[in-house]
């Protein structure tokens, strides 16, 4: 059940954005990449990256730590985005 779920979220990834399976936008937010994460542990991976990364941290190296800022959120925000498409087609 579990690979099968995991299979159609990469499914879902690779149409939305052309990324091959999830494991990229796991290692963006230092998530595990063997296993499926839930959305608890997503937010809490994304809030400590984008904490750490955050530009008015790092004043003396502000562009990059803006574009790993943008990656963190938009890792985020797809990784969350697959787990609502996922359970709305659940529940539908």
Do not use: C
Not at 36 to 60: C, G, M, N, V
């Amino acid at each position: 059940k579990k690979l099968k779920r995991q299979e159609e979220w990469t499914k879902h990834l690779r149409e939305k954005t052309g990324i091959d399976g999830f494991q990229v936008l796991y290692k963006i937010l230092g998530l595990p990449e063997r296993r499926l994460a839930t959305a608890t542990e997503i937010k809490k991976a994304y809030h400590r990256q984008s904490l750490f990364w955050h530009p008015d941290k790092h004043p003396e190296n502000r562009d990059e730590a803006h574009e790993r800022f943008l990656e963190i959120k938009s890792a985020y925000d797809l990784l969350l985005e697959g787990m609502e498409g996922k359970l709305q087609g659940q529940t539908v």
